[in-house]
């Protein structure tokens, strides 16, 4: 697998094993699933002629993040942002070297 595919896997599992993760670390994910797509979009427009659209899930993801470095945050919400996230950076690979890998 690849590094990105391993990183699917990693937001899929942490998504479906929240209460056993520390709210930093639950941070931490999701702030890398937004910079993993953020590179994904800019290497996309510049290799390729195909400019990536910026779904609009992604411009609270910010503020999820957030939400999730903290005790209190709601489980399924910040399990939900995971899984967009990962369906974003395997749509986005998808994009750039097809479905292969």
Same mark, same amino acid.
């Given at each position: 697998? $690849?590094? !990105? !595919? %391993?990183?699917?896997?990693? /937001?899929?599992?942490?998504?479906? !094993?929240?209460? $056993?993760?520390?709210?930093?670390e639950? @941070?931490?994910l999701?702030? @890398? +699933?937004? #910079? $993993?797509?953020? #590179? &994904?979009?800019?290497?996309? &427009?510049?290799?390729?002629? !195909?400019?990536?659209? %910026? ?7 910010? $503020?999820?993040?957030?939400? #999730?470095? @903290? %005790? %209190? ?6 399990? #939900? +942002?995971? /899984? ?5 950076? @395997?749509? /986005?690979?998808? /994009? ?6």
């Amino acid at each position: 697998m $690849t590094q !990105t !595919t %391993d990183f699917i896997s990693e /937001l899929f599992e942490a998504a479906n !094993t929240l209460r $056993t993760i520390a709210p930093a670390e639950r @941070r931490r994910l999701i702030e @890398r +699933g937004i #910079a $993993t797509v953020r #590179a &994904q979009q800019e290497l996309l &427009q510049l290799n390729s002629n !195909t400019v990536a659209m %910026d779904p609009g899930f992604l411009k609270d993801m910010p $503020t999820l993040a957030e939400m #999730a470095g @903290r %005790d %209190d945050a709601v489980d399924v919400v910040i399990g #939900a +942002g995971m /899984l967009m996230l990962a369906g974003e950076i @395997r749509r /986005l690979r998808i /994009l750039h070297h097809g479905d292969e890998g």
